[in-house]
T-cell receptor, first 115, second 109 residues
């Protein structure tokens, strides 16, 4: 049973370009969470999705960021018109059910560098 | 003030020492998680606690709900334990994690 997969592992973009980060949850998991870790800072929640639904996007910046989790295929975190401050590690995690007492399984992260 | 506070921020120990990392939280929680982030960046879930104590190998995690405090202990520490240890909580019915800032542990020979 493959773990949570993220790609790409490293992504370099110039200011103003778009970044697309992909997350494939563990098999059988229909709940996906995206977290961001800024350099020298702790992890912060961004968005929680189930298949075809955004459940909680309270941690997402209001502009330029969007997320989806379609019926088929991976979850995608999209950052439009990237700026240097978007440089960070982006982790996704998945769980089989939406329970506060469930373990979340993390992917290896995508390290975004904005030049 | 952060909802989840960890101490110490940095910890250096010699191989074989007993290590304790502390976590305090200020909100009602459903569960508390201990995570390990290796130098390469990957994150592994170590424990999920809602009461009492759990043990896995040389790792022990305890939680005191009344005092809103948890500890992670490492017995007979080894250089391969060097990592950042992160405390996180989930609250109410929400399953999103709120994280502490992490404790950077370095175990030397």
């Amino acid at each position: 049973n493959a773990g949570v997969m993220q790609n790409p592992r490293h992504l370099v973009r110039r200011r103003g370009q778009e970044a697309r980060l992909r997350c494939s949850p563990m098999k059988g998991h229909s709940h996906v969470y995206w977290y961001r870790q800024l350099p020298e800072e702790g992890l912060k929640f961004m968005v929680y999705l189930q298949k075809e639904n955004i459940i909680d996007e309270s941690g997402m910046p209001k502009e330029r960021f969007s997320a989806e989790f379609p019926k088929e295929g991976p979850s995608i975190l999209r950052i439009q018109q990237v700026v240097r401050g978007d440089s960070a590690a982006y982790f996704c995690a998945s769980s089989p059910v939406n329970r506060a007492t469930d373990t979340q399984y993390f992917g290896p992260g995508t390290r975004l560098t904005v030049l | 003030k952060n909802e989840v506070e960890q101490s110490p921020q940095n910890l250096t120990a010699q191989e074989g020492e007993f290590i304790t990392i502390n976590c305090s939280y200020s909100v009602g929680i459903s569960a508390l998680h201990w995570l390990q982030q290796h130098p390469g960046g990957g994150i592994v879930s170590l424990f999920m606690l809602s009461s009492g104590k759990k043990k896995h190998g040389r790792l022990i995690a305890t939680i005191n709900i009344q005092e809103k405090h948890s500890s992670l202990h490492i017995t007979a520490s080894h250089p391969r334990d060097s990592a950042v240890y992160i405390c996180a909580v989930t609250g109410g019915t929400a399953s999103k994690l709120t994280f502490g800032t992490g404790t950077r542990l370095q175990v030397t020979l």
